[in-house]
Nanobody
Framework: QVQLVESGGGLVQPGGSLRLSCTAT??????IGWFRQVPGQGREGVSV????????YYADSVKGRFTISRDNAKNTVYLQMNKLLPEDAAVYYC??????????????????WGPGTQVTVSS
């Protein structure tokens, strides 16, 4: 089955930008999601791309600031994060599931996860 690994996390000041990458060992399934989690809190959906038609979806909290995209030749999905806020700080994960054919922000519907990459937003 496909394996995912995230990269691109780091420390950035509020208002700054980061681009996260999610690279797969093979072509991903139809749906790729970005999630984030703060210790002690649940994992929340951030953005989803449906690769079959390249449709994209965003949580209200990141609309207008984050952009999800993909490069099929590199088996990679990106999350461009602009105008970062302190509340964006979290471990960011990408995920997929072979059964998904629609966009979902429910982490329980995803069963293939990367190990995560840390995003810290602090002045």
């Amino acid at each position: 089955q496909v394996q995912l690994v995230e990269s691109g996390g780091g420390l950035v000041q509020p208002g700054g930008s980061l681009r996260l990458s999610c690279t797969a060992t093979s072509l991903p399934y139809y749906v790729i999601g970005w999630f984030r989690q703060v210790p002690g809190q649940g994992r929340e959906g951030v953005s989803v791309v449906v690769t079959s038609d390249d449709s994209t979806y965003y949580a209200d909290s990141v609309k207008g600031r984050f952009t999800i995209s993909r490069d099929n030749a590199k088996n990679t999905v990106y999350l461009q994060m602009n105008k970062l806020l302190p509340e964006d700080a979290a471990v960011y994960y990408c995920a997929t599931d072979p059964r998904l054919r629609y966009a979902s922000f429910d982490p329980t519907e995803y069963h293939l996860w990367g190990p995560g990459t840390q995003v810290t937003v602090s002045s």
